[in-house]
């Protein structure tokens, strides 16, 4: 997990040239193929161009000569860590696989040890043995769930603690509990809820709190975390739709985005709804507001709430059956996004029945999610046109998507956003920009000041040379000002036109409930 994985850059996603050069103390082994070459012929498979590249590639010289210059440094094993790998476009990920990757792994006889950060279920493995892969999950449940939600959250919460307590520790010679006025397990606690123990978001809070509490000598209290996580939710997750239908992308691929909107506009409704259930045997007894921040589904559903687990909206927060005895996910609603619209966050304690609360009834947005699926995904075949119901979807797969109607064609799933679909349509097609550009302007709008780019680059998690690169396309066409400081170093600020333009009366940027 990381930043919203709207912004990371990807670099060309049309392009497959591939470098490899492997340095060392006695000299250099090396291959370049241009993309021209991989690119002449236009309607090129994916793979086509694994083929041509291990037919022009020699692999095997580049390991021995790489074993070579390693023996002599007496090193015996490289280890090479990929970042952010889910981020390729899926194209380029199976071309890097086939050609590199595999090959690499699987005929340097354990001399290349690959260390890869992915997301579940956005990984291609392409000739690389899934036996022979240690997996290590990050997510909260996977680490820490193998008993129950108690356990798992008070591991999380445990981890939460000492990434803390380590930081302050090391950098301000004091404890944590120094700055706070409460109950310490209780704000631990909440700070676990607020950051579902991701590193990058808990110094997001941390830089909130330090700012609205230690810079006046406030202490921290439970109402401060919750105020943080607002803001950074606010700030940094619900602007992610308003700045997507900007995206350069093609308007089916808006559509899918914007469709999410919908559901969870949907999810978050019935949420609010439940704040004030009381007809349940468990519910009835609770004073104040029910706490209706986590729902669940059936676990084939768990799939359509992937991008919105991916942009922090939701997280998938444990598994087990309900009472019916099926397997459901059980997510929780971002806390900040609760703060913001008042529902009760977690569960209630005290008694052994709220162990199972997760999985009342009321909380069950299968039917939610069902009825967002007939509504705004369609199948249809990319040769006749045939259309199929959603629930036909289980039947085609079984046949690789072949189309039963015509035998040639292949079934696609198509994602529609029938709420939001003249709002896509009206966007102007020469304000759309590539996701480095946008993440650059969003930064800009959300920090509302001057930045370096080397300020933004950490922000976005890439090279303060490609945010140059990028400002001058963005200078170019009057969205940002590109002046140097007294320390002649570049900074950026957004243009009167990009907030008219991007920012300014912009309803997308918040859910509409």
């Known amino acids: 997990m990381g930043i919203p994985s709207r912004f990371r850059p ?43 590249l291990l037919s022009t590639f020699n692999i095997n010289k580049v390991i021995e000569d790489t074993q070579k210059i390693l023996n002599t440094i007496k090193i015996n094993k490289l280890y090479i860590f990929i970042d952010d790998f889910s981020e390729l476009p899926e194209e380029a990920m199976k071309i890097f696989v086939d050609t590199i990757l595999a090959p690499l792994n699987n005929w340097s006889n354990e001399l290349i040890k690959f260390k890869i950060a992915a997301y579940p279920g956005r990984i291609y493995l392409g000739k690389i043995d899934s036996t022979k892969i240690d997996e290590v999950y990050l997510d909260i449940y996977k680490l820490y769930g193998e008993k129950d939600v108690s356990t798992m959250e008070e591991k999380a919460t445990d981890f939460t603690r000492r990434l803390i307590e380590s930081r302050f520790n090391h950098y301000a010679k004091k404890n944590f509990s120094t700055f706070c006025d409460e109950d310490i397990d209780s704000i631990y606690r909440h700070l676990f809820y607020a950051s579902m123990a991701n590193p990058r978001i808990l110094g997001h809070l941390l830089a909130y709190l330090r700012d609205s509490n230690i810079a006046y000598q406030k202490p921290i209290g439970i109402r401060a975390v919750q105020d943080a996580a607002s803001k950074y939710y606010e700030e940094k997750i619900e602007p992610f739709f308003g700045i997507q239908k900007f995206s350069h992308e093609s308007f089916s691929e808006r559509a899918s985005v914007f469709s999410l909107k919908e559901l969870l506009e949907s999810i978050v409704f019935k949420a609010r709804e439940l704040r004030d259930y009381k007809d349940s045997r468990v519910t009835r007894g609770l004073s104040g507001r029910t706490p209706s921040s986590h729902f669940y589904v059936i676990t084939p559903l768990e799939s359509t709430l992937r991008t919105l ?77 045939e259309l199929y119901d959603i629930d036909k979807l289980n039947s085609l797969m079984l046949y690789s998507m072949l189309c039963p109607s015509c035998k040639k064609g292949t079934c696609e799933v198509i994602n529609l956003s029938r709420k939001y679909e003249r709002i896509i349509q009206s966007v102007n097609p020469s304000l759309l920009l590539p996701t480095t550009e946008l993440g650059i302007l969003e930064t800009l709008y959300t920090e509302n000041r001057e930045m370096l780019t080397s300020e933004i680059a950490v922000e976005l998690d890439c090279s303060y040379q490609l945010i140059g690169k990028r400002a001058r396309n963005l200078a170019e066409r009057g969205l940002v000002t590109r002046e140097k400081n007294d320390s002649n170093r570049r900074i950026l600020s957004l243009t009167r036109s990009a907030l008219d333009e991007y920012f300014i009366d912009n309803d997308e940027r918040k859910l509409i409930l």
Do not use: W
Request: hydrophobic share 30%.
């Open 309 to 385: 687990e991916l942009n922090f909206f939701v997280t998938l927060y444990y598994e087990m059956k309900d009472r019916d005895g099926n397997k459901v996910a059980i997510f929780a609603l971002n806390y900040g996004l609760c703060q913001k619209h008042t529902i009760t966050f977690g569960r209630p304690s005290g008694q052994r029945e709220f162990r199972l609360y997760f999985i009342e009834r009321i909380f069950d947005q299968t039917a939610t999610v069902r009825k967002f699926l007939e509504m705004n995904q369609e199948i249809r075949c990319n040769h006749c046109n």
């Open 10 to 52: 990807v670099e060309n996603r049309s392009s497959a040239g591939v470098n490899i050069s492997t340095f060392g103390t006695s000299g250099k082994a090396g291959v370049k193929i241009s993309e021209e070459k991989l690119n002449s012929t236009k309607n090129v498979k994916s793979e086509d161009y694994s083929t041509i």
